[in-house]
Nanobody, 122 residues
Framework: QVQLVESGGGLVQAGGSLRLSCAASGSIFRINVMGWYRQAPGNQRELVARIGSSGNTNYADSLKGRFTISRDNAKNTVYLQMNSLKPEDTANYYC????????????????WGQGTLVTVSS
């Protein structure tokens, strides 16, 4: 069994920063892509950023320059550094990962975390 556990959400004032973490644990052979989506009330879930196993990244155009995604492959962890936060960044942030699981990596799993709430006050 493989699971993702997120941390780092909370309440912050506009202009502030937060760092989200998401750690994968369990029978992991290798992790392919990792990343973050977010969903605000009444909105669809949208991509924030993703990072491949070699470190290549993709960002939502509207977030480039404020958010930075990184990963520590030794810790099976992905991070999202969020700077210059705005009230419109308020949302539940969900971690995702594509994981080759099992001793030989024979199973490919697309996993989601439980979500962590980020609230930005004006």
């Amino acid at each position: 069994q493989v699971q993702l556990v997120e941390s780092g959400g909370g309440l912050v004032q506009a202009g502030g920063s937060l760092r989200l973490s998401c750690a994968a644990s369990g029978s992991i052979f290798r992790i392919n892509v990792m990343g973050w989506y977010r969903q605000a009330p009444g909105n669809q879930r949208e991509l924030v950023a993703r990072i491949g196993s070699s470190g290549n990244t993709n960002y939502a155009d509207s977030l480039k320059g404020r958010f930075t995604i990184s990963r520590d492959n030794a810790k099976n962890t992905v991070y999202l550094q969020m700077n210059s936060l705005k009230p419109e960044d308020t949302a539940n942030y969900y971690c995702f990962a594509g994981v080759y699981a099992g001793p030989m990596g024979s199973r490919y799993l697309e996993l989601w975390g439980q979500g962590t709430l980020v609230t930005v006050s004006s």
